[in-house]
């Protein structure tokens, strides 16, 4: 582009470090004014980013405390190669992930042609002729084609004694599924008509209620099934042969109740390797064993060699962590999300359902290749109808491998006394609508006629739910950094859709009488930053970064520059918020990598003295990778999290999500949330956040005084 006096000064604005001559140098080489800060801030990356192979450049400087050194487990892993370990459950996820979005989007397209809005119903086309290349019938060819990549699959997380199935006609496998016998949620229609079948409110009634029994009767089968073929223990005997029963647990020796990480490493065997990994791997055969069709099988019982599934165990942990400081890594993660004394009750009482899911990695960090990954492992469906399985044995139920996870952590965590269980489809909805109820008119004090909606004269202010503050995290403190990442997809460039629900199906949506949603995000941030500013007393302002299909870093925000911010900001595409909050961790670490280590798997690792992060995130609806957001939080002790959420007045969807995201609030002293609906009152708002985000009852005295603006606010703009 040929840049003009002004795009410089635009330049300078959002990039106050650079000067005219950088300005002029970026802008000339690109399309436009955002492409040319995002390549200066790429740049400003690879300049302040430490050279990885180097283990220098991550070193305090000469004269710092020794307590700033790296842990030993970094200072070892960032000479190394990123280390790549494969086993049969990423083999079979990484099959599935090359067409898994593909399946994804084309049933979006067929529900959306079809008028069907809930997402958990497949559309159907009753005629005699089943080639009749209908958008539905394609769809289930599609589906059948991938039977082969489902039997895979099935055989990389199915347990013991357990059954695969599928729901495609096309294989006598269909007789194996036990939700066959669920009534279907369409109507009958007459044979031989093309007419596109549409689901009855009554008919998806009654499909979720079988749905919801049947899910639990399996998954309580199932649970108690596997415990019974657990050994009594693998790690105190040679050649025990017989499982037995966990109702003997209580006999165990109290010698293997160590943790799970402390396991690992024999303790006559000072240089931390498996002795027993340099065996012939046995893992192949404990494979075969599970998968054999014997009468025992049949009979509901399950002989298996603890030799052999103690020598798989070890081998599994050797792969996944091949030195002393990788597993010290591992602890670590495990002792701050809460799950070490599960993980070692599993490997000493449970191994079989331990060795399940270590092969899944749920016990040890996020690769960063996953939370980058458009179709990484966490984002594999879950269809308890079509047979696609999860990995623990009580898997039905959740939508995706991640939400699984997610719950299982959360249920597994030391000290965490609330319900954390998942509740069905139509519990949640039912909540959804008690909390609208709940909604009460906003406090007269908090009325400002520079709220946009009093600016736009659309109506009054919505009634709110006030959830009562309660304080999770520690209090800021002057180091704390401050950072915000805004959602830029374009549903935040028109105002919210409100569902029509007949019962729990969705027959449309209207617009929500309210302002775009982007708007509203705009005036919040100001007055958020604003207040913050005169909290902090530093006039520079907060890091911004954007995120939909890909993460910007807009530049510092402040009251000064605002406008020209927030004008280069370009609204559009998908909600992806694990892209924003990578781009905010790196940030984050390269302005403070000194006192940070690199792990070649698993990203930067906070020190001692990593200043906390404290992260603003505005939302205007669900993001799909919210669980996996929120599941790498669980292991993260250096960032303090506050949720706004956005949504239309009185819509169950927004309530619901609501409600989700404050149950994880509530097991997570890391996360703390806040909603809005409808027409809103900014100045409540902005209040209520500020208690969360520094963590403490800001007074309402207090917050008339950090409120008070250096300038005028700015004007809205249409």
């Known amino acids: 582009m040929l840049p003009s006096t002004d795009d410089i000064a635009k330049f300078i604005a959002i990039a106050p470090d650079a000067n005219e001559g950088t300005a002029l140098r970026f802008l000339e080489g690109a399309e436009n004014i955002d492409d040319a800060i995002s390549q200066y801030y790429e740049s400003q990356d690879e300049a302040i980013a430490p050279n990885l192979s ?15 050194s790296p842990p030993p487990y970094a200072r070892s892993a960032i000479n190394r190669v990123a280390h790549h370990y494969t086993n049969a459950f990423t083999g ?34 009753t005629t005699q002729f089943y080639n009749c290349n209908c958008d539905v019938h394609n769809y289930k060819e599609r589906k059948a084609a991938r039977l082969p990549v489902q039997e895979i699959w099935s055989k990389a997380v199915i347990y013991p004694g357990e059954s695969a199935y599928h729901d495609s006609h096309s294989s006598a496998l269909i007789a194996k599924n036990p939700y066959s016998r669920v009534p279907s ?16 409110p009554s008919g998806y009634n009654h499909y979720l209620q079988k749905m919801i029994q049947l899910n639990a009767s399996l998954n309580a089968a199932a649970q108690t ?44 065997n000072p240089s931390g390797t498996l002795t027993e990994s340099s065996k012939p791997s046995a893992f192949g055969s404990l494979k075969r064993m599970l998968s054999k069709n014997t009468s025992e099988e049949k009979a509901g019982k399950i002989s298996i060699h603890p030799k052999e599934l103690r020598a798989a165990i070890l081998e599994e942990e050797q792969g996944r962590w091949p030195s002393q400081e990788w597993r010290q890594l591992v602890e670590a993660y495990q002792e701050t999300v809460g799950i070490s004394q599960k993980v070692a009750d599993l490997r000493a009482r449970r191994p079989i359902q331990y060795l399940h899911l270590l092969r899944a990695g749920y016990f040890e960090p996020i690769p960063m290749a996953w939370a980058k990954s458009t179709s990484s492992p966490l984002k594999l469906i879950i269809d308890a109808f079509g047979g696609w399985r999860g990995v623990t044995p009580s898997w039905r139920g959740y939508k995706d491998l991640a939400e699984e996870r997610l719950y299982w952590a959360m249920n597994t965590t ?5 319900n954390k269980t998942k509740p069905d489809s139509i519990s949640a909805m039912n909540m959804a609508r008690s909390r609208i109820e709940s909604a ?35 209090p800021a403190i002057p180091l704390d950094e401050t950072m915000i990442l805004l959602e830029a997809s374009k549903s935040m460039n028109s105002p919210p859709l409100l569902p029509y629900y007949n019962e729990h199906l969705i027959t449309g949506y209207s617009v929500s009488k309210q302002a775009k949603s982007k708007d509203i995000a705009k005036a919040v941030i100001h007055r958020f930053s604003q207040a913050m500013i005169n909290h902090d007393h530093d006039t520079r302002g907060y890091q911004l970064v954007t995120f939909a299909n890909q993460a910007r870093y807009a530049g510092l925000i402040n009251h000064q520059n605002l406008e020209q911010i927030w004008s280069n900001i370009r609204f559009g595409g998908e909600t992806r918020l694990m892209l924003g909050w990578q781009r905010a961790k790196e940030l984050h670490f390269q302005k403070h990598f000194g006192t940070a280590v690199y792990h070649p798997m698993y990203g930067w690792q906070a020190g001692p003295q990593t200043p906390i992060l404290r ?34 007045d009185g819509c169950p969807n927004h309530h619901r999500l609501a409600n989700e995201l404050q149950r994880i609030s509530n097991t997570n002293p890391r996360i703390s949330f806040l ?29 008339k005084t950090l409120e008070q603006a250096t300038v005028d606010l700015p004007s809205y703009v249409e």
């Open 675 to 703: 909603d809005a609906q409808g027409n809103m009152p900014e100045r409540f708002i902005t209040h209520e956040l500020l208690k969360r985000h520094l963590g403490y009852n800001v007074s309402f005295s207090d917050f």
């Open 185 to 200: 949620l369409f109507p009958l229609t007459t044979p031989g008509t093309y007419t596109r079948a549409r689901p009855t």
């Open 225 to 268: 099934a596997i415990d019974a073929k657990e050994p009594v223990s693998i790690w105190d005997t040679e050649d025990t042969e017989t499982s037995v029963s966990n109702e003997s647990d209580a006999t165990a020796s109290p010698d293997t109740q160590q943790p799970a990480i402390q396991g690992l490493s024999h303790q006559k």
């Open 92 to 125: 079979a996820a990484d099959l599935r992930s090359k067409d898994e979005q593909d399946m994804k989007a084309a049933l979006h397209n067929i529900q959306q042609a079809g008028g069907i809005f809930n997402s958990d119903i497949e559309p159907e086309h």
């Open 615 to 648: 992260l603003l995130i505005v939302l205007d609806g669900e993001a799909a990778d919210m669980n996996e957001f929120q599941l790498d939080l669980l292991g993260l002790s250096w960032v303090y999290v506050t949720i706004f959420l956005m949504g239309a």
């Open 414 to 418: 030391d000290g965490i006394a609330r």
């Open 440 to 474: 009460v008119s906003t406090p007269t004090e908090y009325f400002s006629p520079d709220d946009i909606c009093n600016i736009q004269s659309i109506e009054a202010y919505s009634k709110q739910v006030m959830a009562p503050f309660r304080s999770f995290a520690e």
């Open 54 to 68: 180097d283990p220098t450049t991550l070193r305090m400087d000469s004269g710092a405390d020794m307590r700033n």
